[in-house]
């Protein structure tokens, strides 16, 4: 990432770096703040309305973010007073209803012309043909703007939140054909073979050059470009080839969410970027270097080119004092039975059997214990941990960290975060939708710009996702070092001459 400017850290200059910033939304209302819809001024409730969409999409395209994330989840929140009961959820509007986010990518690319659009894909429950197809598609209709997300699950027990590479809540899978989710490591050997077929699929089954549109000889693609990827896998046979021509990225821009043991590896050889989450840079620095080397020693990447985004809910105010009586007015419309729900589904922990004023810290379970433990850290304020303490954390961006302040003092937060976790960027997630994104356009963008921490423009307008995402012009496939990079069929080669990579395991 392009620097411009030297600061100190531990006494040594160090260049600062442009940051990637990032919205995170889900459709939903609320989303990592359970009960805000309540506020006066909160519209996350309009979420069923495609308008709703396109005038983030403007307003974050303004302001000249990255890129938006748009969360999702295929089933209810349903541990907390369980097992499977979705009442808080429902009740509280903790992430339900909540809608298919791929659907809107399209109409919000048509008002933009240059931001980045990611999105949760669950891959436990769909074939990788079909999903390859979707995928393509999107990328074609966004003119490369598309990014997909893998996610890891229950990294929790590590202070870090929600996850999966596949899905994490058994709510899901019972209404997809399962009985509960697979087994964490087994899903991670799928996803392996996963990513491989849709590398096949997406590099490999056509030649850059196969469209030919020749309307003097009649001839739309040319056959001899085009070839079947004959995978035969554990767990997935697909002949191909890919129904979709290639699209700008053939390949979408490759983000991932968690960091568990598992997670970690399958990050540092496919990942470009990575979402993290925690209350404070000390919890997440640890994993941040550990795929960082993983990626150098196993996989041969730059470790720089992988770039991980920390989520953060700011609460800005021209004064600190105005910001902190924002924090307090959000945090009364706050839900604490929805972010119990939230917890629940986040962690795996049903805190309904505990009582009111009991503390967690005495508490037998190890996973409980580690969470306060986490929370603690940047709550050192707080002498019981209760589940209405953890819950009423939660109410205002939930797992991750929440600096309230002015932009002055949010920023310097931001650069502690780069300084001791080494993170690149931060998804922001909102208090109050749309006002919290007005709150970083108008105040805090300011305040980085003058730092040399933020860009001015895009580096690549009207480019795709991944030439913004690395700022660089060109750059709209996956880098030469990427694996992906390899299975890449490219213009003038012969079908013979480009051998497919077969990395998977034979049924």
């Given at each position: 990432m392009?620097?411009?400017a030297?600061h100190?850290v ?8 442009r940051?990637?910033l990032?919205a995170?939304?889900e ?12 506020h006066?001024?909160?519209h996350?409730s309009e ?24 969360a999702?989840v295929?089933g ?8 499977r009961?979705?009442e808080?959820?429902?009740r509280?509007?903790?992430q339900w ?11 919000m690319?048509a ?13 436990t429950?769909e074939?990788p043909y079909h999903?390859?197809r979707r995928l393509s ?7 490369g ?8 699950s ?6 870090e ?8 809540l058994d709510?899901?899978a019972?209404n997809?054909g399962?009985t509960?989710q697979?087994q964490h ?7 392996e073979?996963?990513v491989t077929v849709?590398?096949?699929l997406?590099?490999?089954?056509w030649?850059?050059?196969?469209v030919l549109l020749?309307r003097?000889k ?6 001899d470009r ?6 035969v ?6 002949p ?6 290639p699209?700008?990225?053939r390949?979408?821009l490759?983000?991932?969410?968690g960091?568990?043991?598992a997670?970690k590896?399958?990050?540092a050889q496919?990942?470009?970027?990575v979402f993290?989450?925690?209350h404070s840079p000390?919890?997440v ?13 196993e996989f041969?990447?730059?470790p720089?080119n992988i ?6 809910c700011?609460?800005l105010?021209?004064t600190?004092e105005e910001?902190?009586?924002?924090f307090?007015?959000?945090?009364s419309?706050?839900?604490i039975?929805g ?5 629940g589904?986040?962690t795996?922990?049903d805190?309904?059997?505990y009582?009111?004023d ?7 379970s190890?996973?409980?214990k ?6 603690s850290?940047t709550?050192?304020s707080v002498?019981k941990?209760?589940?209405n303490t953890?819950a009423t954390?939660i109410t ?6 929440t600096?309230v ?12 975060w780069?300084?001791e ?6 998804n922001?997630a909102y208090?109050?939708f749309p006002?919290?994104?007005q709150?970083l356009?108008e105040l805090?963008l300011?305040e980085l ?8 423009d895009?580096a ?8 913004n995402?690395?700022a660089?012009k060109?750059?709209?496939g ?10 890449r069929?490219?213009a003038?080669?012969?079908k013979g001459e480009?051998v497919i990579p077969?990395k998977?395991?034979?049924?």
């Amino acid at each position: 990432m392009s620097t411009n400017a030297d600061h100190s850290v531990n006494g040594q200059s160090k260049k600062k770096k442009r940051l990637v910033l990032n919205a995170f939304v889900e459709m939903c209302s609320g989303h990592q703040s359970p009960g805000l819809w309540q506020h006066p001024k909160d519209h996350s409730s309009e979420f069923n309305d495609v308008e709703h969409w396109v005038e983030l999409a403007k307003l974050l395209e303004s302001a000249k973010f990255r890129g938006i994330f748009i969360a999702d989840v295929l089933g209810g929140y349903d541990v907390y007073n369980g097992p499977r009961n979705l009442e808080a959820a429902i009740r509280s509007g903790a992430q339900w209803p909540v809608n298919e986010p791929l659907a809107v990518i399209p109409a919000m690319a048509a008002a933009t012309n240059s931001i980045g659009f990611g999105v949760t894909v669950a891959t436990t429950y769909e074939q990788p043909y079909h999903l390859a197809r979707r995928l393509s598609t999107v990328d074609h209709l966004s003119r490369g703007r598309y990014a997909r997300e893998a996610l890891d699950s229950q990294p929790w027990l590590t202070h870090e939140p929600v996850a999966i590479v596949t899905g994490y809540l058994d709510s899901a899978a019972r209404n997809l054909g399962f009985t509960e989710q697979p087994q964490h490591d087994n899903r991670y050997e799928l996803a392996e073979e996963y990513v491989t077929v849709m590398y096949k699929l997406w590099e490999s089954s056509w030649r850059d050059d196969a469209v030919l549109l020749d309307r003097t000889k009649g001839i739309y693609t040319s056959p001899d470009r085009v070839r079947e990827i004959n995978h035969v896998g554990k767990f997935y046979n697909v002949p191909g080839p890919h129904i979709c021509q290639p699209s700008p990225q053939r390949t979408p821009l490759l983000l991932q969410a968690g960091t568990s043991r598992a997670g970690k590896t399958f990050a540092a050889q496919h990942a470009e970027g990575v979402f993290i989450s925690g209350h404070s840079p000390s919890v997440v620095a640890k994993n941040i270097k550990e795929i960082r080397e993983l990626a150098k020693t196993e996989f041969g990447r730059n470790p720089e080119n992988i770039k991980f985004l920390a989520k953060i809910c700011p609460i800005l105010g021209r004064t600190e004092e105005e910001a902190v009586k924002k924090f307090d007015e959000y945090r009364s419309y706050g839900s604490i039975e929805g972010a119990l729900a939230l917890f629940g589904g986040w962690t795996g922990i049903d805190l309904s059997q505990y009582g009111d004023d009991e503390e967690l810290r005495q508490v037998e379970s190890n996973a409980i214990k580690s969470a306060v433990e986490a929370f603690s850290h940047t709550s050192p304020s707080v002498q019981k941990w209760t589940k209405n303490t953890v819950a009423t954390l939660i109410t205002v961006g939930g797992l991750g960290s929440t600096p309230v302040g002015t932009a002055s003092q949010v920023a310097d937060e931001l650069e502690r975060w780069v300084d001791e976790a080494d993170v690149d960027g931060f998804n922001f997630a909102y208090a109050l939708f749309p006002s919290s994104f007005q709150d970083l356009a108008e105040l805090l963008l300011p305040e980085l710009r003058a730092r040399g921490l933020f860009w001015s423009d895009y580096a690549v307008p009207n480019g795709t996702y991944r030439e913004n995402f690395y700022a660089r012009k060109g750059q709209t496939g996956p880098l030469d070092e990427h694996v992906a990079a390899g299975y890449r069929w490219k213009a003038g080669v012969e079908k013979g001459e480009h051998v497919i990579p077969n990395k998977s395991v034979a049924a």
